[in-house]
Structures are given as structure tokens and as C-alpha cells.
């Protein structure tokens, strides 16, 4: 009888140490609704990074060039404090939050906006130049990540070392995104084609996920990396005069706009937390 209850106990704890360590994961499992409001956040990154930049502190005028003063660099700033707040509450977090999680999203997107737009305009790299530092930066981030951990898999993303490495590597990713994004759109295929594009290489990336056996691992940063060009192209699309290609929205409207949308998609699509690391797949 008290081997019974013994190891009734036993496999209760057991249990709740299963429930502990799958709930500990902070970021979301990766579904459909998890794409979607990814290229959402990532759109509203481009059009609220601009509306701060350019509409607000006029970085394209010429009183901007003349005073001397720097739009991009002073945006970069603004979103690059509410960004490192934003993932200083989501390290301490103690479960997942979508709320916190999108927030962190957006920041990190608005700020890689910024942030690009600095490096590839202001410090005179151009587009070439910018990406490839991007890209290096992203490479390094994600080979120390893998070096001090092991894998760089968001399934396992389970300590407060882990999450830092996490959005270290998702704002340079971001950032990377939008340089691309703006080199692609601004050569000849324009917004639209650019748009396309990304679109298409997205929907590659999906049916290797199901048709071949290719690291998850891989696919899933080569998405993240690339949704973020997408959301930069559509957001220049809204945003930007017709005579530059542009549909010419108004910045702050668009902002709003899908802001709306993804609040709407987190209300009325209930997202959960990703599994880890016994339930995670191997890379």
C-alpha cells in the first residue's frame, strides 16, 4: 500500500515538473496565426518607424539635412529604449504574455526601421554595405547563441540567457529585413514587385517545411528573417508617394490601422505558448 501511494506521488510530481518546464517557454508556438501577425507587426514596424522618423522628426526635409538634426538616429534611440524595457519585463515574465510578446515584436521592428535607415542613409553605407554588416551581425549573433547553448532553437528558448540571445538575434534580424527590404524595393521592381518577391521565396520556405526533411531550425529563421523585408516592402507600399511608387496613406493612419489588426488577431485567435524542451524537436 505505501508503494502504491509512493509512486502515486512520485507521478504526480513528475507531472507537475513536465507542466512546469513546458510552461516556462515565453514565445509562441509557431502556427499560422503566429506567421500572420508577424508580417503584420513587421508592416506596422515600417510604417510606424517612418511615421517617428520622417513625419515626426522630418528626417526628408531639408530643414532636418540643414540643422544638422538626425531623425533616424534620434528614432533609433526612442525605440531603442522602449525596446530594451519591453524585453527586460519579458525576461522576468514568468509565463507567456502575447500581449508582452507582440509588443516586443513591434518594438524591435520599428526600432530595426530606424536603425537600418541610419546605417544604410545617415552613416553613408548605402544599401550593399548595410546589409552586409546586418547580416554579419546576424551570423554572429545566432553562432554565439548556438556556441554558449547549443542550439539556436525557439522551441528551446528556456533560461533568461536563452531569451536574450533570442531578441538580440530577432532586432538585428529586423533590421537586416528592412535594409534588404528597402535595396530590393528601391531598385527595379519598385514596392510591389519587391512585395512579391519576398512573398514568393516565404511560400518556398513553406513547402520545403512540408514536402522535405530540412532543418526546422534553418526554415524557421530563414521565415523570420525574411518576413521582415515583406513587411518593410508592403509597408513602404502604403506609405510612400505615388510618384515614388507609393499609394501615399497617411503614416500614423496606417500605423493605426494594423495596430488594429493585430490587436483583432491576438483577441480572436488564442495563441499559446511554444513547447520545450522535451516536447522540442531536434534541429
Known amino acids: 500500500m505505501r508503494v502504491g501511494l509512493r509512486a502515486g506521488a512520485i507521478?504526480?510530481?513528475?507531472?507537475?515538473?513536465?507542466r512546469t518546464t513546458n510552461n516556462l517557454s515565453k514565445v509562441p508556438a509557431v502556427t499560422l496565426a503566429f506567421w500572420v501577425t508577424k508580417i503584420l507587426a513587421t508592416t506596422l514596424g515600417e510604417t510606424g518607424g517612418d511615421a517617428v522618423s520622417m513625419s515626426w522628426?522630418?528626417?526628408?526635409?531639408p530643414s532636418a539635412a540643414s540643422s544638422g538634426l538626425n531623425g533616424y538616429l534620434i528614432g533609433?534611440?526612442?525605440?531603442?529604449?522602449?525596446?530594451?524595457?519591453?524585453?527586460?519585463?519579458?525576461i522576468r515574465a514568468r509565463r507567456f504574455n502575447p500581449w508582452l510578446y507582440w509588443a516586443t515584436i513591434i518594438a524591435s521592428t520599428t526600432a530595426g526601421?530606424?536603425?537600418?535607415?541610419?546605417?544604410?542613409r545617415s552613416m553613408g553605407l548605402g544599401y550593399p554595405g548595410g546589409s552586409l554588416l546586418l547580416f554579419?551581425?546576424?551570423?554572429?549573433?545566432l553562432f554565439?547563441?548556438?556556441?554558449?547553448?547549443?542550439?539556436?532553437?525557439?522551441?528551446?528558448i528556456d533560461t533568461a540567457r536563452a531569451e536574450t540571445f533570442y531578441w538580440i538575434t530577432i532586432t538585428f534580424s529586423q533590421t537586416l529585413g528592412t535594409a534588404l527590404g528597402d535595396w530590393v524595393a528601391d531598385g527595379k521592381l519598385g514596392y510591389s514587385g519587391a512585395a512579391i518577391l519576398f512573398g514568393g521565396i516565404l511560400a518556398i520556405l513553406a513547402a520545403l517545411y512540408?514536402?522535405?526533411d530540412i532543418s526546422?531550425?534553418?526554415?524557421f529563421w530563414s521565415a523570420f528573417i525574411l518576413t521582415r523585408p515583406l513587411g518593410a516592402t508592403v509597408g513602404d507600399l502604403l506609405d510612400k508617394p505615388i510618384s515614388k511608387g507609393g499609394l501615399d496613406f497617411s503614416r500614423p493612419l496606417a500605423t493605426a490601422v494594423l495596430a488594429g489588426a493585430i490587436v483583432l488577431l491576438i483577441l480572436l485567435v488564442p495563441q499559446r505558448a511554444g513547447s520545450h524542451p522535451k516536447g522540442a524537436t531536434k534541429p
Open 144 to 156: 554565439t547563441w548556438h556556441r554558449d547553448l547549443g542550439t539556436v532553437d525557439v522551441n528551446r
Open 76 to 90: 533609433t534611440a526612442i525605440f531603442g529604449i522602449i525596446l530594451v524595457v519591453l524585453v527586460w519585463l519579458q
Open 113 to 120: 526601421t530606424t536603425l537600418a535607415d541610419f546605417a544604410t
Open 136 to 141: 554579419s551581425l546576424v551570423a554572429i549573433s
Open 210 to 212: 512540408f514536402l522535405t
Open 216 to 219: 526546422r531550425v534553418m526554415l
Open 11 to 18: 507521478s504526480k510530481v513528475n507531472e507537475m515538473d513536465d
Open 57 to 61: 522628426l522630418g528626417e526628408t526635409t
